[in-house]
């Protein structure tokens, strides 16, 4: 089965950028989605399609995926952003959803 | 607006079933596919299968077949995940979340529905 692996945690300062990598096999032939998890709450969706995002989303949440690798990038980081975040893809080969292993982003 | 409203907590036996609800409003359930995520306290998340409520086709996750059934009842807007021979593992919360097709982000999710498997 298809694997999606993340680092459990990443600390960034305020204001400075957090990357958050999602990695799988030739992951960029595929679409990635990003999901962010506030505790005690349901996801929410921040990307799709690798880098779009939903309305109300706000421009500081971006995506890229190439290769084996896809990543979120959240620029100008806020203590409102300290959360799980979650990538996920369609495993055609398995007709499969599958996540991420999640990475829980601290606010230092 | 647009959302999706799970039933409330259960509490069951090892050996039992559970049958959990998701009521849609604000949006034509039919066109939309309905998926079924799990979350047990402290780790991620696991996708259990998805539902076409316009054609109740379904999709089940490997690690599930045989033991969940995803249904609907279209004149109500509700769809439906029924795990049977539940076991203390599959005490978690359990959420609904809608996506345009079966390859598509979900967008909009239910509020979650917490499980508990316990003797």
């Known amino acids: 089965s298809y694997v999606l692996t993340q680092p459990p945690s990443v600390s960034v300062a305020p204001g400075k950028t957090a990357r958050i990598t999602c990695g799988g096999n030739n992951i960029g032939s595929k679409s990635v989605h990003w999901y962010q998890q506030k505790p005690g709450q349901a996801p929410v969706l921040v990307i799709y399609?690798?880098?779009d995002r939903p309305s109300g989303i706000p421009e500081r949440f971006s995506g890229s995926n190439s290769g084996n690798t896809a990543t979120l990038t959240i620029s100008r980081v806020e203590a409102g952003d300290e959360a799980d975040y979650y990538c996920q893809v369609w495993d055609s080969s398995s007709d499969h959803q599958v996540f991420g292993t999640g990475t829980k982003v601290t606010v230092l | 607006q647009v959302q999706l409203v799970q039933s409330g907590a259960e509490v069951k036996k090892p050996g039992a079933s559970v049958k959990v609800s998701c009521k849609a409003s604000g949006y034509t359930f039919t066109s939309y596919d309905i998926n079924w995520v799990r979350q047990a306290t402290g780790q991620g998340l696991e996708w259990m299968g998805w539902?076409?409520?316009?054609?109740?086709?379904?999709g089940y996750a490997q690690k599930f077949q045989g033991r969940v059934t995803m249904t609907r009842n279209t004149s109500i807007s509700t769809a439906y995940m029924e795990l049977s021979s539940l076991r203390s593992e599959d005490t978690a919360v359990y959420y609904c979340?809608?996506?345009?097709?079966?390859?598509?982000?979900?967008?909009?999710w239910g509020q979650g529905t917490m499980v508990t498997v316990s003797s």
């Open positions: 979340a809608r996506a345009p097709s079966i390859r598509d982000a979900f967008d909009i």
């Open positions: 539902m076409n409520p316009n054609s109740g086709n379904t």
């Open positions: 399609y690798d880098s």
